[in-house]
């Protein structure tokens, strides 16, 4: 999907349409009132609608992971594609690139603007740490872990979650310095390679290139908590 999708977010039917003129009707009343009341899992949602950045890189197979996980993507390009979006991922490729070409589009200032949840993997950790857009209290070595030659996999023990993650590095950073708010989800070797600080997640590797969708779920649960925050 391209830009060419409308930016907006849809108008929701009237809430009383939602119960339906049954029999049933007074059990089908209390429901809706009590979905109405309930807490996040329960409450009705429009649609997540998540950008994905798309001026370099892994965003297409970011998108894939989302479109399995059933919501709807945007490949972000210009400044005015963040509007109406829920949540933004800022895939890997070339740091040095990407911030040249957000620097060319304004996508740099707008990314800073943006409320959403985000999740920066491996280039896209680069770009939000201290040296670069600053929105993650985090320093990050860039190629910390080698070049080219030094891309591996490794299993991955997360905070959170009963299975290790399978994690592809690629040329990968890892996190040097982490602030007072950020929380360390995962070490490898000592070294910090998944953090999150409120509503943003970053990840030295590659969730979108192994088909475990764990942490783009993760990610997703990000999008909605922040979305409610700001409702
Ligand atoms: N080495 C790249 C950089 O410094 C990051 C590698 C990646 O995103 N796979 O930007």
Excluded at 6 to 21: D, F, L, M
Excluded at 48 to 75: D, K, P, S, W
């Amino acid at each position: 999907m391209t830009g060419t999708v409308g930016t907006r977010r849809e108008t929701r039917p009237p809430e009383k349409s939602a119960v339906p003129q049954t029999a049933d009707d007074a059990s089908a009343r209390r429901t809706a009132a009590a979905l109405k009341e309930s807490a996040l899992p329960f409450q009705p949602m429009d649609p997540l609608r998540i950008g994905v950045l798309a001026v370099q890189g892994n965003f297409r197979e970011h998108i894939a992971v989302l479109r399995r996980l059933g919501v709807e993507t945007i490949e972000v390009r210009k400044p005015d594609e963040l509007e109406g979006l829920d949540g933004l991922v800022i895939p890997g490729g070339e740091s040095t690139t990407f911030m040249r070409l957000m620097r060319l589009y304004g996508l740099d200032k707008a990314v800073r603007r943006f409320r959403g949840a985000v999740f920066g993997t491996c280039a896209g950790m680069i770009v939000l740490d201290s040296n670069h857009l600053a929105l993650v209290d985090v320093t990050v070595r860039r190629n910390a872990f080698g070049r080219q030659v030094a891309s591996f996999e490794a299993d991955l023990t997360i905070a959170g979650e009963a299975e290790p993650i399978r994690a592809v590095f690629i040329r990968a950073p890892w996190i040097e310095e982490v602030g007072p708010e950020v929380e360390v989800l995962a070490e490898l070797d000592g070294r910090v390679v998944l953090a999150r600080e409120g509503r943003f997640l970053v990840a030295s590797f590659h969730p979108e290139l192994t088909g475990d969708t764990r942490l783009h779920e993760r990610f997703l649960a990000m999008v909605k908590e922040e979305r409610l925050v700001r409702a």
